[in-house]
């Protein structure tokens, strides 16, 4: 696609559910980021995949998230047992590589409300 | 370590007026250094970056910036604001030295211009 796609642009969900956003990054680029932006805030980095080298999920806030990517496609971000603090934009981007002067093009984000 | 620091939270700027929008960062090598603008209920759009080189950057929409190395700044200007610049900015940082793929962003700054 022209640009980085996220599903579903709006997610509401009861306090212990689990969620599953989706990321559609540009054809072509290998590296691919998720960032949690919560109102009023800046992003706030969760994890990074570069082609098939490990992932860096160093911002990853929790064990009840968890993220995957086949390939160098599509990216799942996953959170379960969601808490009410999980409610925030969540944002995917995705560069040509993984190097720090790429340009990172992002998605509209995915809104999530736990209720 | 990395951090980017944005001290105001909301700049206000009359139309016609030049603007500057405030960004200090803190890397433990070498940074490269982005701006990007967030228009409501959009994703981020890149506008400018500096990577190496002259200090002064020149991007979209007649946005430019200088990097200081001394004062470890890397303010946004524009000579001239419009109404239509009126958006949320964010400075990000990433450290050159290490190739990390991981950006750190500030908080961001509200840009408000009045006609």
């Known amino acids: 696609g022209a640009g980085v796609s996220q599903s579903p642009s709006n997610k509401v969900t009861e306090k212990g559910k689990d969620v599953e956003l989706r990321c559609d990054p540009i054809s072509g680029h290998t590296a691919l980021y998720w960032y949690r932006q919560r109102l009023g805030q800046g992003l706030e980095f969760l994890i990074y995949f570069q082609g098939n080298s490990a992932p860096d999920k160093s911002g990853l806030p929790s064990d009840r998230f968890s993220a995957e990517r086949t390939g160098e496609s599509v990216s799942t971000l996953t959170i379960q047992r969601t808490q009410q603090e999980d409610s925030a934009v969540y944002l995917c981007?995705?560069?040509?590589?993984?190097?720090?002067?790429?340009?990172?093009?992002f998605g509209a984000g995915t809104r999530l409300s736990v209720l | 370590a990395q951090s980017v620091a944005q001290p105001e939270d909301q700049v206000n700027v009359a139309e016609g007026n030049p603007l500057t929008v405030k960004c200090t960062y803190s890397v433990s090598g070498n940074p490269y250094l982005f701006w990007y603008v967030q228009y409501p209920n959009r994703g981020l759009q890149f506008l400018l970056k500096?990577?190496?080189?002259?200090?002064l950057v020149k991007g979209s929409y007649g946005f430019e910036a200088e990097f200081n190395k001394s004062q470890t700044s890397f303010h946004l200007k524009k000579p001239s604001a419009l109404v239509s610049d009126s958006a949320l900015y964010f400075c990000?940082?990433?450290?050159?030295?290490?190739?990390?793929?991981?950006?750190?962003f500030g908080d961001g700054t509200t840009l408000t211009v009045k006609p």
């Open positions: 981007a995705s560069s040509l590589s993984w190097l720090a002067g790429d340009i990172q093009y």
């Open positions: 500096y990577i190496t080189g002259d200090n």
């Open positions: 990000a940082v990433r450290d050159r030295d290490t190739n990390a793929g991981k950006s750190t």
